[in-house]
């Protein structure tokens, strides 16, 4: 957020100003900098989960159970954030929530990204029919809300981590399909495009050296905002039961165990989770935010 | 128009016809419903007899068609828990859900029109960055916590609001206001950016030094331009919105098409699952539809496209 200098929109137009190098314009933003922070932090916690949890985020222990966190009377020492309905060690539940979280996050992310690329570009490059049928299917999946898909399809197929991950990125590619095609299509008409295709290059080639380098900011400002909504889908549909099975730690999991002693008053089972998945999302939205400022000035935000 | 509107129901009911075969093929090749029917005490003869009886015997093309056929006639199968006819189960709890989709779109749009232009209107000034901030959380907020935490605060502390079930108004606030929250949020942000791009345009300029009264060259000049696309945005959320309202029924107790369909699949329903998909792939072309033609009143462009 370019706050403070900001030109009202109708006075006259500063001069551009030099581009910063990535690691300044990082540090000019209080913002993305925290936001840097978090989200090195979480990829920290989920890549050492099993190495840096207290406990067994899945053993459980009757005898010890709803114990509070460090905060409240009644703790139970080396359970910082206590224990839930099973015992279960909650700060180690989270450890291995952000790990799946994040799993399934990044590689959604990357399944739908490089479906939505290739797709893009077939569509765009070849054009006729393929174009057509392609793009048919794209505003067929961005009408279908996700949500939806993954009641019909885990209530036939049940659940699993890997077809969760295959299922977010086999209905998740549009967007970048659609992005793909519209700078293939203006690229294509370009000098050098078509200045290398009447030299003989193959389509490959053409694809590769000219277009795939053109279409890399966009698809990486579209990942950067999916991200963040993808791992939030993870978590809904593990709350609903829908998403990962019920022995594999997630935090959507966490927050639905907790949602059943809310009324009972143990309220940190369900918010803690909660809270700890929102600071990641936050921390993700605001250096995707950063990403998009730094690589697309002209947008306006 | 009309034939734009022609070509446009045509391909509704390619896509409706595309959605019901899909999901026919989903279910055929996801389970036998008649082990599910039986459970493990059928014998071979059970087994057989049922499989005829259901007409499940047939090839799979002739299935579809007399699926298709059945459907036409509202007959969508009998739903296997509760033994009433699916449709009927189904079609009960619409209202609800609508009820629910319909007064958090109604608080995302009154409350995101008039935010969205206060932050844009004060660029990088206090509430600018206040509304910016609150959108980001709430679109980072995962939204049935956010339900859950509705319930802590004004249910359980404050016993403000009632938490579950369907009744007046004040059972509608806390469900709506949290399905609300993440689209309220990516509203606002919508609002805010579609203002600053037309204020920065130059017949808002010419508004400006013709002196007219900064109030009108807001509301009047630049507002109206904003709201066109914002609209068309806003209609296709309704769909999300409806995919929301599962989870958020679930949170509330609420008694709509959420509740029914997490049961359905709990319990293997497969007649009511087939249902809930039909109705609403049909809720969703009719929204589609209504945003497409709107949007081609307002923009006379999309119509020859």
């Known amino acids: 957020m370019a706050q403070g200098t900001a030109l009202q929109p109708y006075e006259a137009e500063a001069p551009p100003a030099p581009r910063p190098t990535p690691a300044r314009a990082l540090a000019a933003r209080g913002d993305a900098l925290a936001g840097a922070a978090v989200l090195l932090a979480a990829c920290f916690v989920a890549l050492l989960a099993p190495w840096i949890s207290p406990h067994d985020p899945i053993g ?5 159970a709803l114990r509070p966190p460090f905060f409240l009377p009644g703790t139970l020492p080396g359970f910082l954030l206590g224990t839930d309905g099973l015992g279960r060690d909650v700060l180690s539940y989270i450890f291995h929530g952000f790990r799946i979280s994040l799993a399934v996050g990044l590689s959604a992310v990357a399944i739908s990204s490089v479906l ?14 393929a174009d057509t049928l392609i793009m048919r299917l794209a505003d067929f999946q961005l009408t279908l809300p996700t949500v939806l898909v993954a009641l019909a399809v885990i209530a036939l197929f049940g659940s699993g981590v890997g077809k969760l991950i295959l ?6 590619w549009a967007v970048y399909a659609r992005t793909v095609r519209g700078s293939v299509l203006a690229i294509r008409e370009r000098e050098f495009v078509e200045s290398a295709r009447a030299l ?8 590769r050296r000219h277009v795939l380098p053109n279409v890399m900011t966009p698809i990486l400002i579209i990942a950067a905002v999916e991200l963040p909504r993808v791992m939030l889908l993870e978590s809904t549909l593990s709350f609903l039961g829908l998403g990962v099975p019920p022995t594999v730690p997630s935090l959507g999991g966490a927050i639905a165990h907790g949602y059943g002693y809310l009324l009972s008053g143990y309220w940190w089972l369900t918010v803690l989770p909660g809270l700890a998945l929102m600071v990641v999302v936050i921390a993700i939205n605001v250096m995707g935010d950063w990403l998009r400022d730094l690589l697309d000035p002209r947008m306006v935000r | 128009m009309p034939t734009f509107l022609l070509k446009r129901l045509l391909q509704s009911l390619a896509v409706f016809l595309g959605v019901s075969l899909v999901i026919f093929l989903m279910l055929r090749t996801a389970g036998d419903p ?9 014998t071979q003869h059970d087994v057989a007899r049922l499989r005829e009886a259901l007409g499940l015997d047939r090839s799979l093309p002739v299935q579809y068609v007399l699926f298709l056929r059945n459907a036409l006639r509202g007959d969508l199968g009998v739903s296997y828990h509760h033994g009433v ?21 109604l608080i995302a749009v009154v409350l995101a029109i008039p935010l969205g232009v206060i932050a844009a209107n004060g660029r990088g000034g206090f509430w600018d960055r206040f509304f910016l901030s609150g959108s980001l959380v709430g679109i980072s907020a995962p939204p049935f916590w956010v339900g859950i935490v509705c319930i802590l605060v004004f249910g359980v502390v404050f016993r403000w609001l009632p938490t579950s079930g369907r009744g007046g108004w004040e059972h509608l606030i806390l469900p709506a206001g949290s399905l609300a929250l993440y689209r309220l949020a990516l509203f606002i942000r919508l609002v805010r950016s579609g203002m600053l791009d037309v204020l920065g345009q130059d017949y808002v300029r010419t508004a400006r030094s013709k002196g007219l009264a900064e109030r009108v060259v807001v509301f009047k000049h630049a507002l109206k331009n904003t709201l066109i696309p914002f609209i068309t945005i806003a209609g296709l959320q309704m769909g999300s919105l409806l995919a929301g309202a599962v989870v958020t029924e679930r949170v509330f107790a609420w008694p709509g098409m959420g509740r029914l369909i997490l049961d359905s699949i709990q319990k293997l329903d497969y007649p009511v ?12 072309i009719l ?19």
């Open chain 2, 273 to 284: 699952v087939m249902c809930w998909a039909l109705v609403t792939a049909a809720i969703f």
């Open chain 1, 200 to 207: 003989g290059a193959p389509a490959w080639t053409v694809i």
């Open chain 2, 287 to 305: 929204i589609n539809l209504a945003v497409d033609v709107s949007y081609s009143f307002v923009d006379p462009r999309v119509r020859s496209g």
């Open chain 2, 34 to 42: 008649v082990q599910i029917l039986l459970g493990e005490e059928g």
């Open chain 1, 116 to 129: 939505g690329v290739a797709l893009g570009v077939w569509a765009g490059y070849r054009g006729g029919r």
């Open chain 1, 60 to 64: 459980q222990n009757l005898r010890s």
């Open chain 1, 167 to 172: 299922l977010i990125g086999l209905t998740h």
């Open chain 2, 85 to 105: 006819p699916a449709m009927e189960l189904v079609l009960e709890r619409v209202p609800a859900t609508l009820e629910l989709a319909g007064a958090a779109m």
